[in-house]
């Protein structure tokens, strides 16, 4: 069984090797919702799952992968909110992932270039966005 096969039947406790425990008490829906999708084996992620997941920066190093590889199949996928919500959450990791991680950044500018702008669906996801990203990629 090749690694990767190894990383997609394993949550991110497993994989980060943290256990948050069970959310507080008082905890928001989303707090509960992120606790139990820590839990939850990479493979059986939705693309809700995963847009909810790095929208809080949870995980970032082995979603990202996965959030792309949904990206190249369809740029604008969408979880619960709109087209391209996935693709928005994931402009949003860190830069420090993509510098860090030049063949993810490879892909996600593969997956930008494969947007056709003059989609109905385009208008959900402003050309601002990207704009802001690539150029915070530059300073």
Request: hydrophobic content about 40%.
């Amino acid at each position: 069984m090749s690694r990767r096969t190894d990383r997609s039947a394993q949550s991110l406790e497993q994989l980060e090797n943290s256990d948050w425990g069970d959310p507080p008490a008082d905890a928001t829906r989303l707090i509960e919702t992120v606790h139990r999708l820590r839990r939850k084996p990479l493979a059986l992620l939705t693309v809700e799952d995963l847009r909810l997941l790095l929208g809080q920066q949870v995980g970032v190093p082995f979603l990202v992968p996965r959030a792309l590889a949904m990206l190249e199949q369809d740029p604008l996928c969408e979880g619960d909110f709109y087209p391209g919500d996935l693709l928005e959450a994931t402009l949003r990791a860190p830069l420090s992932h993509w510098r860090a991680r030049p063949d993810h950044l490879e892909r996600l500018e593969r997956v930008l270039a494969s947007i056709d702008t003059t989609t109905e669906d385009f208008d959900s996801l402003p050309r601002e966005r990207i704009d802001a990203f690539r150029e915070k990629l530059r300073a």
